[in-house]
Nanobody
Framework: QVQLVESGGGLVQAGGSLRLSCAAS????????MGWYRQTPGKQRELVAA???????NYANTVKGRFTISRDNAKSTVYLQMNSLKPEDTAVYYC??????????WGKGTLVTVSS
């Protein structure tokens, strides 16, 4: 059973920083890609950043240079360091595990609110 639990969301002023964490259960973690997505009301969930099992990363253009995704396989945890936050980064952020068999698992999400 795969379980993903996000933490680290909250309220921050524009220009500030937050670090999101996603703790994963199960033995799948080190062999699969992980990602962070975000969603605002009325919009589709969008990819923010992803990291492969080998450590290669991919970012949405809107967050390049400001956000950094990383993983600690020993702790089965993936992180999203968010710097220079903007009001448009306000969203619910979801952790995603994309398994080798094509199945996706999702956390329940953590709310990030950036005030102007």
């Amino acid at each position: 059973q795969v379980q993903l639990v996000e933490s680290g969301g909250g309220l921050v002023q524009a220009g500030g920083s937050l670090r999101l964490s996603c703790a994963a259960s199960g033995s799948f973690f080190s062999n699969n890609a992980m990602g962070w997505y975000r969603q605002t009301p009325g919009k589709q969930r969008e990819l923010v950043a992803a990291i492969t099992s080998g450590g290669s990363t991919n970012y949405a253009n809107t967050v390049k240079g400001r956000f950094t995704i990383s993983r600690d396989n020993a702790k089965s945890t993936v992180y999203l360091q968010m710097n220079s936050l903007k009001p448009e980064d306000t969203a619910v952020y979801y952790c995603n595990a994309h398994l080798w068999n094509g199945i996706d698992y999702w956390g329940k999400g953590t709310l990030v609110t950036v005030s102007s």
